[in-house]
């Protein structure tokens, strides 16, 4: 499996932005997957997470209500909608997927999360 992600740039306060992640490789649609981001100085955190078919999502208690995650298996893509966007937002962040947990729900934690995208930057300005 390999995840190519997308759609980061500079936006202002209030703005929003689609993420995506693509994947490729076999049976990429029945693994869970997350987004984290990472700003500077601090460690990757969580922030959203999809399972394989899209009925069962997870936010960040600071995303919730502005992100939405989702997932369009015909693409082999996953999203992260950001509306909303604030200047604590600012980060790099990273689709990740799970592939030991097939067909399962998908964790919050960083250290379950086995293949990593190479991440897009997200800068808000104020």
């Known amino acids: 499996v390999q995840l190519q992600a997308s759609g980061g740039g500079l936006v202002q306060a209030g703005d929003s932005l689609r993420l995506s992640c693509a994947a490729s490789?076999?049976?990429?649609?029945?693994?869970?997957t997350g987004w984290f981001r990472q700003a500077p100085g601090k460690g990757r955190e969580f922030v959203a997470a999809?399972?394989?078919?899209?009925?069962?999502?997870y936010y960040a208690d600071s995303v919730k209500g502005r992100f939405t995650i989702s997932r369009d298996n015909a693409k082999k893509t996953v999203y992260l909608q950001m509306n909303s966007l604030k200047p604590e937002d600012t980060a790099i962040y990273y689709c990740?997927?799970?592939?030991?947990?097939?067909?399962?729900?998908?964790?919050?934690?960083?250290?379950?999360?086995?293949?990593w995208g190479q991440g897009t930057l997200v800068t808000v300005s104020s």
């Open positions: 990740a997927y799970d592939v030991s947990s097939i067909l399962r729900r998908p964790s919050t934690t960083r250290n379950d999360y086995d293949i």
């Open positions: 490789g076999r049976g990429v649609n029945n693994y869970p």
């Open positions: 999809i399972n394989w078919s899209g009925g069962v999502t």
